[in-house]
């Protein structure tokens, strides 16, 4: 069977888009054009069969050493983590990005407005995210801004089924600040030789999003009171920065979750708690 024994499951708007870049270049690694298949998050997609996603997703991968997939919202959904050890089985290798849980529900946030799907303020959308995500899971998976930043709870979910041994847990922050490093770290944890990632192209760089002109302004107007005014808007484009008082706010929403996550860790996540 060509089935993946290595798995990107999350979390969202962490440089999973980099990382399946990078390793869709490393010849022993097999990654599908897909960057995201949600196989196993999606009720209708694992309704198919595991017959169906081998044939989709992985046909003619049996030459490859690694076989893998990257799909961020795996680490959210509650049903996933039984559905991969039933499939792949308790010996997968699992990698986990995860960024500031602020910093990425903001990011989630305003690539939703981008595309036209969000119309509420941030404040607004996080006040009326529980009654939102309850409609259904193309909702639930829209709508997750702040509850998919409880990443202890939802790595623990794991650790039912999976060993802390066969998880590979990463940080965005370090990833930006060190991204061969940290290629070279995963490639070392999938047991591929992480000399044999070609260098005869740029190393990749984090895909941080971005607004429209047209969308900045508009965010900025819907947000104002939540929003600082960033003067280099026009050249970065980058989405607005949540003022102090209402990071700190939210951010108190996620101290508990933060220290259990030191502790399964062994990181250092003060700089997570200012």
Known sequence: MSLPNFLCIGAQ???????????????????PETKEPHFFDRDDEYLKGTDWYEDHYFRGANSFSRIGEITPSYLFFEATPERLYKVLGPDLKLIILLRHPVDRALSHYFMQYE?????????EAMSMEAVRTKHGQTEKARFSYISRGFFADQIKRYLKFFSIGNMKILFFEDFVGDIPGTIRNILQFLDVNPDRLPDDGPPGKINVGGL????????????????AVDISWRKARRYPVLKARYRRLIMESYREDIESLQSLT?????????
């Open 13 to 31: 708007k962490a440089g999973t888009t980099l990382l399946f870049d990078l390793l869709k270049r490393h010849p022993d690694i097999y990654l």
């Open 115 to 123: 595309r036209g799907i969000e119309r509420l303020s941030f404040m």
């Open 212 to 227: 429209s002109i047209g969308r900045y302004l508009k965010a900025m107007a819907l947000n104002r009171p939540y929003v």
């Open 266 to 274: 062994g990181k250092d996540l003060s700089c997570w708690l200012i």
